[in-house]
C-alpha cells in the first residue's frame, strides 16, 4: 500500500508598479494568513502569505515591493531582481511570478512584465483595475494581448475578487521556465563580456542600466567602472535607444494590437479637474482649504468622543482610588497608570480622524494630484516628486515615512530625505499640539485649526530649508525623473479605508499600552522616590524633580521650568508622545489640594508661577513649547530607524544635533517674539 505524498507549497512572487492594485489582490488572496517583516540584513518591508489553492494545494505568495522598473537602483528593486532570479537564502525561488499590470496605464505596466518576461522565470500577469478601464473607454483584447506578450494576461478586479477562479487555474498550470530574452546588439555582447567580470552573476537588466547610467551609478562595484564606460564608449550614442526604447517601441505595437479606446466627453472634466487640482495656484489654495478642512473637522467631531472618553477615565481613577484599598499600589494605579496612558488614549479620536480623513484623500486619488502639485517646489529645494510620499508617511509616524524613502533611487537624494522627514508633524506631536492649544489658545475650533495647520506647515517649510541645503552643500546629486501614474477619481472603498484606520489605531493603542504604560509606571516610581517628610514637596524632591531641576537652567530661557524639564526628558528616551502623559503623572501626584479630577489642560491653566503669582502656562510658553516639539528629534524609534536606513550612526547623531538646536534656537525666539521673558 503506497501513501500519496502531497505536493509541496507553490511559491508565488507578486510585483506590479504603485498603484496597481497589488496590495489589494495579496490582502484579497491571503485575508488574515500573513506576516510582515524586513528581509534579513535590508531594511525593505517583506510581506508573505499563504492560501490555499482549488485543488487544496498551500501556496506561499511573497509580495515584493512596488516597483516601477527592474533596473536596480534602489533597495526597492534589488530585492524585486534578487527574490525573481532565486538569490536570496530566505526565500525560495518562485515556482511563478505573478505581474500586477495596471489596467488604466497599460503601456507603463508592460514595460515591468516585458522586463520580467527578459528574465527568463514563468510568468504570469493580471490585467488588474480592468472594470475602471472599461468604463473609460479602454477595451483590452486579453487573448491577443497574451500572444504578443508570450505569457498569459488575465483580466481581474481584486477589490471583487473578479478573475480569481481563472487565476487559481493558472497557478497550477504546468508552466516552464522561458530561457532569458536576450537584448538587442551590441548591447548583449557587451553584458555576457561584462557578466564574466561582474560578482554574483547579475542578469542582463541590471547591467544594462549599469551601461545606462555610468560607472558612478549606486550599487556599481568600483572595479569595473572602467570597463563599464569602456563597453558604453564602444556602443555609442545609441545606448539608451537600443535598450528602453526598443522596449518602449514593441509595447506600443502590442498596444496598438491589443487595446483599443473609445473617446467619451466624460474625459474633458476629468482633465479640467486635474489642470484644477495641480495649477501652483489654484491647486496650492485646494490644499490649504481642504488640510484646514481636517484639522477644524478633528477638534470639532472630535470634542464630544473627547469628552466622553476623558469623562470615563476620570470616573475609572476615581472608583479606584476610592474602592481600592489605600495604598502605594491604588496610586500607582490611579495616578500613574490611568493618569499617565488615559492622557494619551483621549485623543484617539482625533487620531482616528486624521488617518481617516487621510485615507479617504488616498483612496478617492487626490492625494497623487497632490504628489504631482508638489513635485516642483520639492525639486526646487533638490528632492523629487517621490519624496512626497515618505514625507507625506511622516504625517503618520516618521518610522514607516522614513522607511518609505527606499523607493527613491538617488542615494543622496534618498539620505537627505531620511534626514528631514522626521520635521514632518507626526501623529505623535498631535496629543501635545492638543493640550498646548487647548490651554493657552481660548478660541473657537475654527482658531485653534488655524494655529494647527500653522504648526503642520511650519515642520513642512522647515523641512525644505533643511533638504534646500544638504542638496546644496553636502548631499549634492543630479536630480533623478519622476514618474506618477494618476489614478482614477473614485469613491473611496469601506474595505480598503477600514482596513488601513484599523491597522494605524491598532498601532496607537499598542504603542499606549507598551511604551507609554512603561514610562508612566517608571515615571510614577521616580516622582514618589525618595519620600519627602513634608508631603506639598514630595514631587520636587523625588528623582524626577531632582533631574527637572537639573536641566532647568538650560531650558530657563525658553520659558520652561523643571515641571515641563522632566517632560522633556521622557519624551527624549521614548516619544513625544509621552510628554503629555508624564504631565498628566506629574500634575496627579503634584494636585495637592486642587481637583484631582480636572482635566490636564485645566490643571495647566490653573498653575501658578510661584514667582510672580501669576499663570505658570502663559501663551509664550505654550507658543514656545509648541516650536521646540516641531523641530524637536523626540523619539528614540525613529532614531534607530534612521540608523538603520542610512546604515550609519553617525548620520542618526548629526540628525538628533541638528534638530536639537533648531528647536532650542526656534523656541527661544518664538518666546521672546510672543512676550516672554
Given at each position: 500500500?503506497?501513501?500519496?505524498?502531497?505536493?509541496?507549497?507553490?511559491?508565488?512572487?507578486?510585483?506590479?508598479?504603485?498603484?496597481?492594485?497589488?496590495?489589494?489582490?495579496?490582502?484579497?488572496?491571503?485575508?488574515?494568513?500573513?506576516?510582515?517583516?524586513?528581509?534579513?540584513?535590508?531594511?525593505?518591508?517583506?510581506?508573505?502569505?499563504?492560501?490555499?489553492?482549488?485543488?487544496?494545494?498551500?501556496?506561499?505568495?511573497?509580495?515584493?515591493?512596488?516597483?516601477?522598473?527592474?533596473?536596480?537602483?534602489?533597495?526597492?528593486?534589488?530585492?524585486?531582481?534578487?527574490?525573481?532570479?532565486?538569490?536570496?537564502?530566505?526565500?525560495?525561488?518562485?515556482?511563478?511570478?505573478?505581474?500586477?499590470?495596471?489596467?488604466?496605464?497599460?503601456?507603463?505596466?508592460?514595460?515591468?512584465?516585458q522586463q520580467v518576461r527578459e528574465l527568463g522565470v514563468p510568468v504570469l500577469a493580471c490585467a488588474n483595475v480592468a472594470d475602471e478601464a472599461e468604463r473609460k473607454g479602454i477595451r483590452i483584447d486579453y487573448e491577443s494581448l497574451s500572444g504578443a506578450m508570450g505569457v498569459p494576461v488575465l483580466r481581474t478586479v481584486a477589490t471583487r475578487g473578479e478573475g480569481f477562479?481563472?487565476?487559481?487555474?493558472?497557478?497550477?498550470?504546468?508552466?516552464?521556465?522561458?530561457?532569458?530574452?536576450?537584448?538587442?546588439?551590441?548591447?548583449?555582447?557587451?553584458?555576457?563580456?561584462?557578466?564574466?567580470?561582474?560578482?554574483?552573476?547579475?542578469?542582463?537588466?541590471?547591467?544594462?542600466?549599469?551601461?545606462?547610467?555610468?560607472?558612478?551609478?549606486?550599487?556599481?562595484?568600483?572595479?569595473?567602472?572602467?570597463?563599464?564606460?569602456?563597453?558604453?564608449?564602444?556602443?555609442?550614442?545609441?545606448?539608451?535607444?537600443?535598450?528602453?526604447?526598443?522596449?518602449?517601441?514593441?509595447?506600443?505595437?502590442?498596444?496598438?494590437?491589443?487595446?483599443?479606446?473609445?473617446?467619451?466627453?466624460?474625459?474633458?472634466?476629468?482633465?479640467?479637474?486635474?489642470?484644477?487640482?495641480?495649477?501652483?495656484?489654484?491647486?496650492?489654495?485646494?490644499?490649504?482649504?481642504?488640510?484646514?478642512?481636517?484639522?477644524?473637522?478633528?477638534?470639532?467631531?472630535?470634542?464630544?468622543?473627547?469628552?466622553?472618553?476623558?469623562?470615563?477615565?476620570?470616573?475609572?481613577?476615581?472608583?479606584?482610588?476610592?474602592?481600592?484599598?489605600?495604598?502605594?499600589?491604588?496610586?500607582?494605579?490611579?495616578?500613574?497608570?490611568?493618569?499617565?496612558?488615559?492622557?494619551?488614549?483621549?485623543?484617539?479620536?482625533?487620531?482616528?480622524?486624521?488617518?481617516?480623513?487621510?485615507?479617504?484623500?488616498?483612496?478617492?486619488?487626490?492625494?497623487?494630484?497632490?504628489?504631482?502639485?508638489?513635485?516642483?517646489?520639492?525639486?526646487?529645494?533638490?528632492l523629487s516628486g517621490r519624496g512626497f510620499v515618505p514625507l507625506l508617511g511622516s504625517m503618520a509616524c516618521a518610522v514607516p515615512g522614513v522607511m518609505a524613502t527606499r523607493v527613491i533611487p538617488d542615494a543622496r537624494e534618498r539620505l537627505a530625505t531620511i534626514l528631514v522627514a522626521p520635521l514632518m508633524t507626526c501623529s505623535a506631536r498631535l496629543p501635545v499640539y492638543?493640550?498646548?492649544?487647548?490651554?493657552?489658545?481660548?478660541?473657537?475650533?475654527?482658531?485653534?485649526?488655524?494655529?494647527?495647520?500653522?504648526?503642520?506647515?511650519?515642520?513642512?517649510?522647515?523641512?525644505?530649508?533643511?533638504?534646500?541645503?544638504?542638496?546644496?552643500?553636502?548631499?549634492?546629486?543630479?536630480?533623478?525623473?519622476?514618474?506618477?501614474?494618476?489614478?482614477?477619481?473614485?469613491?473611496?472603498?469601506?474595505?480598503?479605508?477600514?482596513?488601513?484606520?484599523?491597522?494605524?489605531?491598532?498601532?496607537?493603542?499598542?504603542?499606549?499600552?507598551?511604551?507609554?504604560?512603561?514610562?508612566?509606571?517608571?515615571?510614577?516610581?521616580?516622582?514618589?522616590?525618595?519620600?519627602?517628610?513634608?508631603?506639598?514637596?514630595?514631587?520636587?524632591?523625588?528623582?524626577?524633580?531632582?533631574?527637572?531641576?537639573?536641566?532647568?537652567?538650560?531650558?530657563?530661557?525658553?520659558?520652561?521650568?523643571?515641571?515641563?524639564?522632566?517632560?522633556?526628558?521622557?519624551?527624549?528616551?521614548?516619544?513625544?508622545?509621552?510628554?503629555?502623559?508624564?504631565?498628566?503623572?506629574?500634575?496627579?501626584?503634584?494636585?495637592?489640594?486642587?481637583?484631582?479630577?480636572?482635566?490636564?489642560?485645566?490643571?495647566?491653566?490653573?498653575?501658578?508661577?510661584?514667582?510672580?503669582?501669576?499663570?505658570?502656562?502663559?501663551?509664550?510658553?505654550?507658543?514656545?513649547?509648541?516650536?521646540?516639539?516641531?523641530?524637536?528629534?523626540?523619539?528614540?524609534?525613529?532614531?534607530?530607524?534612521?540608523?538603520?536606513?542610512?546604515?550609519?550612526?553617525?548620520?542618526?547623531?548629526?540628525?538628533?544635533?541638528?534638530?536639537?538646536?533648531?528647536?532650542y534656537v526656534a523656541a527661544f525666539v518664538t518666546y521672546r517674539v510672543a512676550g516672554g521673558g
Open positions: 500500500m503506497t501513501t500519496a505524498t502531497a505536493a509541496p507549497p507553490l511559491t508565488i512572487a507578486l510585483i506590479g508598479n504603485p498603484n496597481s492594485g497589488k496590495s489589494t489582490l495579496f490582502n484579497r488572496l491571503t485575508g488574515l494568513r500573513q506576516r510582515v517583516g524586513n528581509y534579513p540584513g535590508v531594511t525593505v518591508e517583506r510581506r508573505v502569505g499563504r492560501f490555499a489553492l482549488a485543488s487544496g494545494r498551500d501556496a506561499t505568495i511573497v509580495d515584493l515591493p512596488g516597483v516601477r522598473s527592474l533596473a536596480p537602483r534602489s533597495p526597492d528593486e534589488r530585492i524585486a531582481v534578487d527574490v525573481l532570479l532565486g538569490r536570496r537564502a530566505d526565500v525560495a525561488a518562485p515556482d511563478v511570478v505573478v505581474v500586477v499590470l495596471n489596467a488604466l496605464h497599460l503601456e507603463v505596466s508592460l514595460y515591468l512584465l477562479d481563472e487565476l487559481m487555474r493558472h497557478l497550477e498550470a504546468p508552466r516552464k521556465r522561458f530561457p532569458p530574452t536576450p537584448l538587442p546588439e551590441p548591447v548583449h555582447s557587451a553584458c555576457e563580456r561584462l557578466r564574466r567580470e561582474w560578482p554574483g552573476n547579475p542578469g542582463d537588466v541590471e547591467i544594462a542600466d549599469a551601461l545606462i547610467e555610468g560607472p558612478d551609478a549606486d550599487g556599481i562595484p568600483a572595479s569595473l567602472a572602467a570597463r563599464i564606460s569602456e563597453e558604453s564608449d564602444k556602443i555609442g550614442p545609441d545606448l539608451r535607444d537600443l535598450i528602453v526604447g526598443s522596449r518602449h517601441r514593441r509595447i506600443a505595437a502590442v498596444c496598438a494590437l491589443a487595446v483599443k479606446r473609445e473617446t467619451r466627453e466624460a474625459r474633458g472634466s476629468i482633465r479640467l479637474m486635474d489642470r484644477v487640482f495641480t495649477n501652483p495656484v489654484s491647486g496650492t489654495a485646494i490644499f490649504l482649504a481642504v488640510m484646514l478642512l481636517i484639522f477644524w473637522g478633528m477638534f470639532s467631531a472630535s470634542a464630544i468622543p473627547m469628552n466622553a472618553i476623558e469623562s470615563g477615565i476620570e470616573s475609572l481613577k476615581h472608583w479606584t482610588a476610592v474602592r481600592l484599598p489605600q495604598g502605594m499600589f491604588t496610586d500607582l494605579l490611579a495616578d500613574g497608570v490611568i493618569a499617565g496612558v488615559g492622557a494619551v488614549v483621549v485623543f484617539l479620536p482625533q487620531i482616528i480622524l486624521l488617518f481617516l480623513f487621510l485615507g479617504i484623500l488616498e483612496d478617492s486619488g487626490y492625494l497623487s494630484r497632490a504628489v504631482l502639485l508638489l513635485d516642483k517646489p520639492l525639486s526646487l529645494v533638490g492638543t493640550v498646548l492649544i487647548g490651554t493657552v489658545i481660548v478660541g473657537s475650533a475654527a482658531t485653534q485649526a488655524f494655529v494647527l495647520l500653522g504648526l503642520y506647515m511650519l515642520g513642512l517649510a522647515s523641512a525644505l530649508a533643511v533638504a534646500l541645503v544638504l542638496r546644496r552643500t553636502t548631499l549634492r546629486s543630479r536630480r533623478t525623473d519622476f514618474v506618477v501614474e494618476l489614478p482614477p477619481y473614485r469613491w473611496p472603498s469601506l474595505r480598503t479605508t477600514g482596513m488601513q484606520l484599523w491597522q494605524r489605531t491598532k498601532m496607537f493603542l499598542k504603542r499606549a499600552g507598551t511604551v507609554i504604560l512603561g514610562i508612566s509606571i517608571l515615571l510614577w516610581f521616580l516622582t514618589n522616590f525618595p519620600k519627602s517628610p513634608e508631603p506639598a514637596h514630595q514631587l520636587e524632591r523625588s528623582v524626577a524633580g531632582r533631574a527637572g531641576k537639573l536641566v532647568e537652567p538650560a531650558i530657563r530661557p525658553l520659558g520652561y521650568d523643571w515641571k515641563i524639564g522632566i517632560g522633556l526628558l521622557t519624551s527624549f528616551f521614548s516619544a513625544r508622545e509621552v510628554f503629555v502623559s508624564s504631565m498628566s503623572t506629574i500634575y496627579s501626584v503634584d494636585a495637592g489640594e486642587g481637583d484631582p479630577e480636572a482635566s490636564l489642560a485645566r490643571r495647566l491653566r490653573e498653575e501658578r508661577d510661584p514667582g510672580t503669582g501669576g499663570p505658570r502656562w502663559t501663551r509664550p510658553v505654550g507658543l514656545s513649547l509648541m516650536v521646540f516639539y516641531v523641530f524637536a528629534m523626540l523619539c528614540s524609534s525613529t532614531v534607530v530607524t534612521v540608523a538603520r536606513e542610512s546604515a550609519s550612526w553617525r548620520w542618526a547623531l548629526v540628525q538628533v544635533g541638528f534638530m536639537s538646536a533648531l528647536a
